[in-house]
């Protein structure tokens, strides 16, 4: 396992100074690396080489420590998505989940910063390329000025501009239409799930908008769907059917990514079910089963 990112700042060869400048900046890049990649382990990564490369740094070039501490995690990350694309994963991807309180969520102090975090926005993410992501995340969750976006990304205003037109385009519109109170949701999600212990085909239907999905990520690790099932029914049957061919045998309420899921255990590993609300119903069902995608969530490993 990497270092603990608290570790980052603390070897014998940090300086002081150097630290102290880089430690405001760190739960803001952190939260950033990890909603550009939707990966903790990768986010960490990032944020550790971000460091090194802050401490070997020329001074003289480094008029504004966020400026450049921003652009070196955005541009590692975007290495990072860009080396992704090229190598297949097995199934659908997901992101990885995270429990609330971790800092690797990042600042969570705004309505845009707790949304682009969830398990939904950053599934959605995936559709961008990696520079629509950054610019997207930058302006939309960060709120940065287009001049420092530029400047981040070694392009021009105009182009960041047409950059988060086409992003938000392609997710901006999912963001905002699919939202529930707390409350709400997790009823929902508890719903679904009494439904799908019970074999309730009907129930379960009655959850589901018309165009539901459901989305299994196993990665090659955990049997699972390897595309994804589209429409109410085949959704119903999918769930309805858990109950026969393999009962669920333990189920643990928890928080991740600032929403609420279910833990269940029906062999003999976890899988974390969430879901995307829409107005009473559920649009999207997501199931991570892959055990790399879960070592962030210790809930999950206790005895």
Not at 65 to 86: G, H, N
Not at 123 to 142: K, N
Not at 185 to 208: E, M, S, T
Request: glycine share 8%.
């Amino acid at each position: 396992m990497e270092p603990d990112i608290d570790q980052l700042a603390d070897g014998p060869a940090a300086d002081p100074g150097l630290n102290a400048q880089f430690l405001p900046h760190r739960t803001m890049l952190l939260g950033l690396a990890y909603r550009l990649l939707g990966s903790a382990w990768d986010a960490e990564d990032v944020l550790q080489e971000a460091y090194l490369r802050w401490v070997g740094a020329d001074r003289a070039a480094v008029r504004d420590p966020r400026r450049y501490l921003s652009r070196t995690v955005v541009r590692l990350a975007m290495d990072q998505l860009r080396r992704r694309a090229t190598q297949p994963y097995v199934g659908t991807w997901l992101p990885e989940p995270v429990p609330d309180g971790s800092p690797v969520l990042g600042p969570m102090d705004t309505v845009e910063l707790r949304e682009s975090v969830s398990l939904a926005t950053l599934h959605l993410l995936e559709r961008l390329t990696p520079p629509e992501r950054a610019v997207y995340l930058l302006r939309v969750a960060f709120e940065f000025g287009y001049p420092e976006i530029a400047e981040i990304l070694g392009r021009g205003e105009a182009d960041c501009r047409q950059l988060l037109h086409r992003a938000t385009g392609r997710v901006g519109d999912g963001t905002a239409r699919f939202t529930a109170e707390p409350a709400q949701h997790a009823a929902l999600l508890r719903r679904f799930l009494a439904a799908a212990r019970d074999g309730d085909v009907p129930g379960l239907a009655a959850l589901l908008r018309d165009d539901a999905v459901a989305w299994g990520d196993g990665g090659g690790k955990v049997r699972a769907n390897r595309f994804p099932v589209r429409g109410r029914d085949k959704v119903a049957r999918l769930f309805g059917g858990l109950s026969t061919r393999w009962p669920i045998r333990r189920v643990m309420e928890l928080r991740v990514n600032g929403e609420p899921a279910v833990a269940i255990w029906r062999g003999t590993g976890p899988q974390l079910w969430t879901v995307r609300p829409a107005t009473g119903q559920l649009t999207d069902v997501y199931l991570t089963l892959n055990p790399e995608k879960l070592r962030s969530v210790p809930q999950l490993w206790e005895p």
